[in-house]
């Protein structure tokens, strides 16, 4: 299984199966224009060469000759961007691939394909949240993520040190566990009310609000909110 390096003119050899000992992996290969890479992943149809003994169009690649192949098969391993790379599938004897066999590596770089774009979609979505998590650790201001049921989902280092709660002692509790007794009731219908109309505001003069912390004791706060799109 190669995968093309975009910009180069090159394939990292990501996995391969029933080759010869000693292929380091993951191995770069570079390759000329016109070459057999270079026309099998421009193909929309499988590329087979049945005998390099008597191949015109392209020289054989070094890493086929060291494997010592005599019949090859190359089909696009294609996602919805564009070529990702290719399928190859060698014999070390002249080999006539019948539909049966180019039929079922088809289906093969089919399922490839989709494995490879539903992990660069994890991969970017885990990427994404790393992002979020150094932008919320990093934040002078104390950061609470509360869910639509009113339950704490994330808080960051300075919202701990406010509300004197470890992470793990605030996430999947409601936020009334922060609100002052006097304020629990009419508290739950505020937000109840902001759920069904979510907008960026600020909710109160500097005095107004107090954010009751793990020891009993209570504080001051200015509380801004905001709708965190999921």
Known sequence: LLE?????QSYLLRTASGWREGIPRPVQIEFDQDSLFDHAI???????????ATETRFPMPRLFSEQQLNSCMAITVRRPAGPWGLLVAGSSVNRLFSRED?????????ILAVT????????????????????????????V???????????????????????QEL??????????????SGHVAQRSGYMHHPVI????????????????????VEISLSPLAT
């Open 4 to 8: 093309q390096i975009p910009g180069k």
């Open 116 to 143: 490879i774009e539903h992990y660069n979609i994890e991969r970017r979505g885990r990427d994404n949240e790393e992002k979020f998590r150094r932008l919320l650790e990093t934040s002078p201001e104390g950061i």
């Open 171 to 184: 996430i999947g509790r409601r936020v009334e566990l922060l609100v002052p007794q006097r304020f629990k």
């Open 201 to 220: 505001r600020n909710m109160n003069e500097p005095g107004e609000l107090f954010l009751l912390r793990k020891d009993g004791t209570e504080i001051p």
């Open 145 to 167: 993520i509360v869910d639509e049921r009113g339950n704490i989902s994330t808080v960051n280092r300075k919202a701990e040190k406010l509300t004197g709660y470890q992470a």
């Open 42 to 52: 421009a193909s929309v149809r499988p590329l087979i060469i049945e005998d390099w």
């Open 102 to 110: 180019l039929e079922f590596a088809q289906s093969l770089t089919n």
